[in-house]
């Protein structure tokens, strides 16, 4: 696409983003950018905007020569994969918001960029108006990138922020960060750590050219911590926070993982509030970078959705660097992690699975234990997922050390 060719639009959804990306569209004309037709589900809800704008027919918009950019902002992702795929091979250029499709789909989606070399573009899918993604492709070399570890979920961050400074219960929080438009259709995937997961795994791409399907990398939410945990944090200072990282190993293979945790005051991440994000970008020659800004909301990603628009008018395209030019990289389970676990039961504690327990305490209600664990104790066993148990890293949470294995006695845990 070159840089005098106007972007003509087809526009895929005309929720929070899709409207508002329209709005910004009609009132801003120097990007040249026109939105040709939207395609919608429901063509009898009422619309801020003119009627023949709208379609049902998606056909009118993928098989539209006029037509050179399809922005997909749907919801499903089965509907949206199948959106960006023709599109692609139509030899459209894409701009997408849909990090659970691009997670599920890498594979495929790198596939039809190659075949068909043709643009396909999504910063909007993680932390919004952040500029993550083009930042991790163009900016820092994998040599010497060794971490990032980031606050990626901007609706659990805002629950873990009314719960922690106004009091409210979960589900109080919860229905505030709907009603905000922050949190997804189907919430779940907000508080089970699966829309963060899914950020991960494509910020993995982009940073260590790591390409992994979410469901197999380590992941929780928010949704079992326990009013014990909250407690503790306060205790201790610290706050609770959802955190998606991913950190280089001394031999060179990548830890990941989405789970809550304890922040001290001097993490960056520890004063990130409400729907905002936080990234923490760790380079071997920079040390640490911190990217802050909104990470969910119609305005804040109709930002990045219009900086991949504008980037489309210089023909700009990921190229993978890391995956396609690097040397590759593997994930590792082989590390050690401080965790703190809570449990209902004092006799569900798998004290056993523990390589070093620190410290722990019991009341009748809920114990808890803090200590060392090797992470295939969480990757290859869902212990810590039952009900009733959650799990925190504590902060600085990985070990480089770990003491010979000592028994843990039985009566240890007799109250
Ligand atoms: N539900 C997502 C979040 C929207 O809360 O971060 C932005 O990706």
Redesign the pocket.
């Known amino acids: 696409m070159s840089n005098q060719r106007k972007l003509k639009i087809g526009l895929f959804g005309f929720g929070v983003v899709g409207e508002s990306l329209y709005h910004v569209l009609q009132n801003n004309t120097s990007l040249n950018a026109e939105i040709l037709k939207v395609c919608i589900k429901h063509l009898d809800k009422k619309r801020n905007a003119p009627t023949d704008l709208f379609t049902d027919n998606p056909e009118l918009l993928l098989n539209n020569n006029d037509i050179n950019v399809i922005v997909e902002l749907i919801d499903d992702a089965d509907a949206a994969y199948r959106i960006v795929s023709s599109a692609l091979s139509n030899k459209k250029a894409v701009v997408s918001a849909n990090?659970k499709m691009i997670a599920e789909h890498q594979t495929e989606l790198l596939g039809l960029q190659k075949q068909f070399q043709t643009p396909f573009l999504y910063e909007s899918a993680c932390c919004?108006s952040i500029p993550v993604i083009r930042n991790l492709e163009e900016y820092y070399d994998n040599d010497l990138l060794q971490g990032i570890s980031g606050i990626v979920?901007?609706?659990?961050n805002y629950i873990l922020t009314r719960i922690s400074e106004d009091g409210l219960d979960f589900n109080s929080a919860l229905k505030l960060a709907q009603e905000k438009g922050?949190?997804?259709s189907n919430p779940a995937l907000?508080i089970e750590g699966i829309?963060a997961v899914n950020k991960l795994t494509i910020l993995l791409t982009h940073a260590f050219g790591i390409v992994t399907e979410p469901g197999t990398l380590v992941h929780t939410g928010i949704h079992q911590i326990h009013e014990q945990d909250a407690r503790f944090a306060k205790e201790k200072g610290y706050e609770i926070k959802l955190v998606a990282q991913a950190k280089k190993l001394e031999d060179g293979t990548i830890a990941a993982f989405v789970l809550p945790q304890f922040l001290k005051k001097d993490n960056q991440l520890y004063n990130v509030k409400n729907?905002y994000n936080g990234v923490i970008v760790e380079s071997g020659l920079a040390d640490k970078q911190f990217f802050y800004g909104k990470?969910?909301g119609g305005y804040p990603?109709t930002s990045a959705v219009l900086s991949d628009l504008s980037a489309l008018r210089y023909d700009y395209k990921y190229e993978y660097k890391k995956l396609y030019n690097s040397a590759p990289t593997e994930l590792s389970h082989d590390f050690y992690l401080r965790v703190y676990v809570s449990f209902d039961k004092l006799y569900n504690v798998p004290h056993s699975l523990f390589e070093k327990i620190e410290e722990w305490s019991s009341n009748e209600s809920r114990c808890s234990v803090t200590g060392i664990l090797h992470f295939s104790k969480l990757a290859e066993n869902d212990w810590w997922k039952q009900k009733n148990t959650s799990i925190v890293l504590l902060p600085d949470a990985f070990v480089e050390y770990v003491p010979e294995k000592r028994e843990v006695l039985e009566d240890e845990f007799v109250i």
């Open positions: 990090k919004a979920n901007g609706s659990t922050f949190a997804e907000d829309d729907e990470g969910a990603t």
